[in-house]
């Protein structure tokens, strides 16, 4: 099987700065797009940024310009660097691996796989 585990995530004021990570393990082929959702409390999870295999990033309007995602193919991991925190940033952070080819009992799957979530708070 397929496993997200996330890292990186805290307490931080106002203007701080956090990186997560999330490696992707398993028997894995290949993974299309890797990206980052947020979920605050009593709203929908909402994408934060995307990045394909190839390397075109997507950003949410709300945080172009203080967040930057990365990936290091090899290491089937995806980072999102972010600066300037808010405190409307605060949220449950969830990495999502799309288009994940793998193998598990002699046959290839394709499924999409989400992390179990990581908190960042940030305080005024």
């Known amino acids: 099987q397929v496993q997200l585990v996330e890292s990186g995530g805290g307490s931080v004021q106002a203007g701080g700065s956090l990186t997560l990570s999330c490696a992707a393990s398993g028997s894995i082929l290949s993974i299309g797009a890797m990206g980052w959702h947020r979920q605050a409390p009593g709203k929908q999870r909402d994408l934060v940024a995307d990045i394909t295999s190839g390397g075109r990033t997507n950003y949410a309007d709300s ?54 979530g990581t908190q960042v708070t940030v305080s005024s």
């Open 63 to 116: 945080v172009k310009g203080r967040f930057t995602i990365s990936r290091d193919s090899a290491k089937n991991t995806v980072y999102l660097q972010m600066n300037n925190l808010k405190p409307e940033d605060t949220a449950v952070y969830y990495c999502k691996a799309d288009g994940v080819e793998y193998y598990a009992s002699s046959y290839m799957y394709v499924e999409d796989f989400w992390g179990q």
